[in-house]
């Protein structure tokens, strides 16, 4: 049985391998986490079962403090999370992390970053670590999306252009994400600072080709299987990938900053449009990747992006590893 407190979190190799993280990366107590990675280290390899994982640093948003963040807690109480992680509270950092899985001779990554500056200007390292890891755009074979939100999607489309940057690869998402974006009046309907987006996706991919809509959970990929995860938005997805005896979750933005959301899983984000949905989502994913010991990932994680959850009274503690 395991009943790790937050105080207790520097984990060997044993505990990680029961946590069902690769022994090769190590959990980290709070105090020791760090958002992004160090210089030259913009990418980092592990394993799940027979599946080589790369996680693909895009960059960080250092977002300047907003009461809006979180509907129903306040700067302080963020910036009191903040600081019982081990973080910085001089800005709410949200670092951006792209995955790329292995599986057997393809390659599959789970949505398409930021789109080099398009997001936030401080992102805009996907192209250079995904170089630096080895990996060739185009023999991506499909890119699993977990929503159309601009730090998952505009790495899709070109500045300016829009014209897309893999026109032969598979998009998979879920037919309700992306019939919800697709919705005639839909753009009407946004609050003002989503209309551009929705507009950009409106005027985007109904001329693209390559998307493949999934209307239901299953396997979309031999090996990796799609998770309905809404709340964040109407469609989005997690990703449980498996290989032999070893899975991971890839939660995409079920727990975005675990710093705040592990202890107030109850916290609805403004980005979560429907936050007691979210919330709903979120304890029910997380309860599942502990009681089954599958480890778990999210693009907004400390990098390398990866960790493990225990319970902790109502709430959760989180530990991230350290590539
Ligand atoms: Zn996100």
Redesign the pocket.
């Known amino acids: 049985m395991l009943n790790v407190s937050r105080r207790e979190l520097v984990i060997g190799a044993a505990l990680a391998a029961a946590f069902g993280i690769n022994p090769r990366l190590v959990l980290i107590a709070p105090a020791e986490a760090q958002p992004a990675p160090g210089p030259g280290m913009g990418f980092h390899r592990y394993k799940v079962g027979s599946v080589e994982v790369t996680a693909l640093y895009d960059g960080i948003w250092r977002k300047p403090h907003d009461p809006a963040f979180i509907r129903n807690a306040s700067i302080e109480d963020t910036k009191a999370a903040l600081a019982a992680a081990g973080m910085t509270t001089d800005y709410m950092p949200i670092p ?1 992390t792209v995955v790329v899985l292995k599986v057997g001779d393809k390659l599959i990554m789970i949505d398409a970053g930021s789109g080099v500056g398009q997001w936030q200007p401080t992102a805009v390292s996907l192209p250079a670590n995904m170089k630096a890891a080895g990996i060739d755009p185009a023999r991506l074979s499909t890119i699993l999306i977990s929503h159309f ?1 601009p ?2 999607i505009f790495g899709l489309m070109e500045k300016g252009t829009n014209a897309p940057i893999y026109p032969n690869t598979e998009l998979v998402v879920s037919a309700a994400e992306y019939q919800w974006w697709m919705e005639p009046g839909r753009v009407e309907k946004l609050p003002d600072a989503r209309k551009p987006l929705g507009a950009r996706i409106q005027a985007v991919f109904p001329t693209w080709k390559n998307f493949t809509l999934v209307d239901r959970e299953k396997e979309v990929v031999p090996g990796i299987r799609l998770i309905n995860a809404p709340g964040h938005t109407p469609g989005h997805s997690a990703f449980l990938v498996s290989s032999g005896r070893e899975q991971l979750m890839i939660s ?2 079920t727990a ?1 900053v675990p710093a705040l959301l592990a202890p107030h899983p109850e916290w609805q984000g403004t ?1 979560d449009q429907d936050g007691p949905l979210a919330v709903e989502t979120r304890r029910k994913l997380i309860d599942r990747v502990i009681a089954d010991r599958i480890a778990i990932c999210g ?2 994680f400390p990098f390398p992006g990866a960790g493990a959850f225990t319970k902790d009274g109502s709430g959760y503690a989180f530990a991230p590893v350290q590539a």
Request: a negative charge; hydrophobic letters at 20%.
């Open positions: 951006l939100h730090d998952h995409n933005d975005y980005y693009a907004h």
